[in-house]
């Protein structure tokens, strides 16, 4: 029987690398809030970071994006890691592409381990505010 690891890292970011030498993950510009000029809208790339913990057999890994209303708005499934024997930590990273994002509001990211609830987080949308100008002068 295969158990849930310990999720000890769900990050969203722009862009999740893995070095291929060293096997080091590098994430980049992580966040907890999407601005966006106007809504609906789409983000082009995210990225999310998972590192777990306790990692043995094999893990199927989904993760949904969900609105307050807890509607699933995009699933990334099809994940599969195997660990023949017990490891440390396993990590890995997932990347989205047009993540749509219909309303300004809060959002959440879900992590599921064999079908299970492991981890949730948290995004915020919000608009985009035009930076103020200052006042001119009359001339």
Not at 34 to 41: G, H, K, L, N, Q
């Amino acid at each position: 029987m295969t158990t849930i690891p310990e999720v000890k890292a769900l990050l969203i970011a722009d862009a999740v690398i893995q070095d291929k030498t060293t096997n080091k993950w590098s994430v980049i510009g992580v966040f907890d809030r999407v601005a966006a000029p106007a809504f609906p809208t789409a983000r082009p790339t995210l990225a999310i970071y998972v590192k777990l913990a306790d990692v043995r057999g094999t893990l199927k890994v989904a993760v949904e994006f969900r609105d307050a209303a807890d509607r699933m708005l995009n699933r990334l499934e099809g994940i599969e890691i195997t660990v023949p024997t017990a490891v440390t930590t396993v990590d890995f990273g997932l990347q989205t592409y047009n993540l749509p994002i219909p309303v300004p509001g809060k959002y959440h990211f879900v992590l599921y381990i064999n079908g299970e609830l492991a981890q949730m987080v948290p995004v915020e949308a919000v608009v985009l505010e035009a930076p103020k100008r200052p006042p001119q002068e009359a001339v």
